[in-house]
């Protein structure tokens, strides 16, 4: 069975610039949920989407957002890039809300 | 605020010796803890979790975890490394409140000398 995927692994963007990042979870999974993981550190909780609503935000300011669509696969959109946003960003599934989280393996963004 | 202290940012050890990776956390209810490995450009994988009954927990890869609530403590430990184990290693706790959400330590990288 398919784990979950993320794309695009890797990415160059500069400020600015908008981003878009994609997570498919694993099969009959209903929860997505985005992680921020900065070089050197543990990652950080961006969002929790479960049957396509929000269901939880971590202190990320506005330019990020995210959505949930019917076959449950997520994105996450960062809009006005700044140089901080250079991470990897992980997506984790979870069958229900609360659970184990299987992880991808990540999308590195380096903004420039 | 729920936190998570990991005191050692690298540690190495030889093959096949013991190992012990600490972890502190700071919440106000029972916690569900975890441990997660995180090779090279990977993603994060569980090594073993507790949410409740035996203090002492075991997981995969021959990994275990105790579970000690007076000292806020979930210290990973292994009696005999392989170079294979070198990694990334994050504790984090789990919180539920509307939504699931992991609060992680900042991680301890581990070395194995041959």
């Known amino acids: 069975d398919a784990g979950v995927t993320q794309s695009p692994t890797h990415l160059i963007k500069t400020r600015g610039q908008q981003v878009t990042l994609r997570c498919s979870p694993i099969?009959?999974?209903?929860?997505v949920s985005w992680y921020q993981q900065v070089l050197g550190q543990g990652p950080q909780f961006i969002f929790q989407?479960?049957?396509?609503?929000?269901?939880g935000r971590g202190n990320f300011p506005d330019r990020f957002s995210a959505r949930q669509f019917p076959n449950y696969s997520s994105e996450l959109n960062v809009n006005a890039l700044l140089l901080g946003d250079s991470a990897l960003y992980l997506c984790?599934?979870?069958?229900?809300?609360?659970?184990?989280?299987?992880f991808g393996e990540g999308s590195r963004l380096t903004v420039l | 605020a729920q936190s998570v202290t990991q005191p050692d940012i690298h540690i190495t050890v030889s093959e096949g010796a013991s190992l012990e990776l600490r972890c502190n956390y700071s919440?106000?209810?029972?916690?569900?803890l975890f441990w997660y490995v995180q090779s090279p450009g990977q993603g994060l994988q569980l090594l073993l979790k507790?949410?409740?009954?035996?203090?002492l927990v075991q997981g995969i890869k021959g990994f275990e975890a105790e579970f000690k609530r007076s000292q806020s403590s979930f210290n990973l430990r292994k009696p005999s490394v392989h170079w294979s184990d070198a990694a990334e290693y994050f504790c984090?706790?789990?919180?539920?409140?509307?939504?699931?959400?992991?609060?992680f330590g900042q991680g301890t990288r581990l070395t194995i000398n041959p």
């Open positions: 919440y106000g209810a029972t916690p569900y």
């Open positions: 984790a599934s979870s069958l229900e809300l609360t659970g184990e989280l299987f």
């Open positions: 507790y949410f409740s009954g035996d203090t």
């Open positions: 989407y479960y049957e396509k609503e929000e269901r």
């Open positions: 984090a706790v789990g919180l539920i409140q509307g939504a699931q959400k992991l609060v």
């Open positions: 099969s009959g999974h209903k929860s």
